[in-house]
């Protein structure tokens, strides 16, 4: 049984930094690309940012680029998302999700793409 789960989260002022992580058993992590996703109320889910099955390469919504980093440690199934410079519009949900395709060669921007989601963590960034 596949399990993704987040953290990480929490409550943090405008300019301050989140670092999320997320943890995925049951897959053979290192086949898989992973995606940050999030949802914001009222919003639909949209695309964060996502990181190459071996870590080589990553891509970033223009929102969070120069903002937002990906990381991915494969020996311990873990992926996370380093957010600095957080504005109030970043306040959302954030999901994790491991790509559909495994052994892609790259990255995918579409959440349909992507299956096996975490529950998500809660991100809120005042002003």
């Known amino acids: 049984q596949v399990q993704v789960v987040e953290s990480g989260g929490g409550l943090v002022q405008a300019g301050g930094s989140l670092r999320l992580s997320c943890t995925a058993s049951?897959?053979?992590?290192?086949?898989?690309?992973m995606g940050w996703f999030r949802q914001a109320p009222g919003k639909e889910r949209e695309f964060v940012g996502a990181?190459?099955?071996?870590?080589?390469?990553?891509y970033f919504a223009d929102s969070v680029k120069g903002r937002f980093t990906i990381f991915r440690d494969n020996a311990r199934n873990t992926v996370a998302l380093q957010m600095n410079s957080l504005k109030p519009e970043d306040t959302a949900v954030y999901y994790c999700?491991?790509?559909?395709?495994?052994?892609?060669?790259?990255?995918?921007?579409?959440?349909?793409?992507?299956?096996?989601w975490g529950q998500g963590t809660q991100v809120t960034v005042s002003s």
């Open positions: 999700a491991a790509d559909k395709v495994p052994y892609r060669g790259g990255v995918t921007t579409d959440k349909n793409s992507y299956d096996y």
């Open positions: 049951g897959l053979t992590f290192s086949s898989r690309a």
């Open positions: 990181i190459s099955r071996v870590g080589s390469g990553a």
